[in-house]
């Protein structure tokens, strides 16, 4: 584990989706000290424009998540996950085909995420929306997790290696928004036929630190997702 002295913020919204978690988690698993930045909508949209944030904070891409250390803003979930990765050591150093498998699940998540959200700029109804997930349930995602459980050992404790890395943290909350009343038009209980990511999804759900993290930071009624 890479240990540094640094100023480190995380800069999204005040909620858990998937790609700021993969950031704020492994900071708080490996002890790193970080400002937790959570930003208003309202803020988010003028820096969209603008791709600055009140304080001027620059945002690379017009984008968040935004990870700042030492004055550096770095955008992309993947760098940032990374980064944060590397120094909590949920993230391999040297062994480049872990760092690639873990890769490959991150941008899986990130698959699925623009495959079923829909923009509040869209001229959809949201009958219509729900209409369009129920189809995506029943064709593309459902094919795509099936790929997803074909890519899981059945006696596998964690996605990559022999401990939880951030590709394990991308699945259990990609996983729990989608089982979530967060996305309308996905079925209810959708996960029932696949044990393997059931499995990897209540392995991090039960991790001592996630549980901690949960309590600490997840707001009461908040509904994070579960499957059985």
Known sequence: MLKYEMNVTLIYLDNPFWRIELARIPLFIGDISFNDKRITLEEFRSAKETGFLKDGTKLPFHQIPCLVVDGVPIAQTGAIARFCGKLSGLYP???SISCALIDQFIDFVTDLTNLVYIPSSSPLTEDEKIQHRRILAEG???RKLDMLEDNISANQTWIVGKEM???DIAIWRGIG???SDLVAGIPQ??????PKITKIFKNVDNHPKICEWVRKTYP???????IE
């Open 177 to 179: 928004w989608l089982a």
């Open 189 to 194: 209980p959708y996960f029932v036929n696949y």
């Open 220 to 226: 009461s009624n908040y509904n994070r997702g579960y």
């Open 140 to 142: 593309e995602l459902k």
């Open 93 to 95: 150093s040297e062994d």
């Open 165 to 167: 890395t951030i590709a």
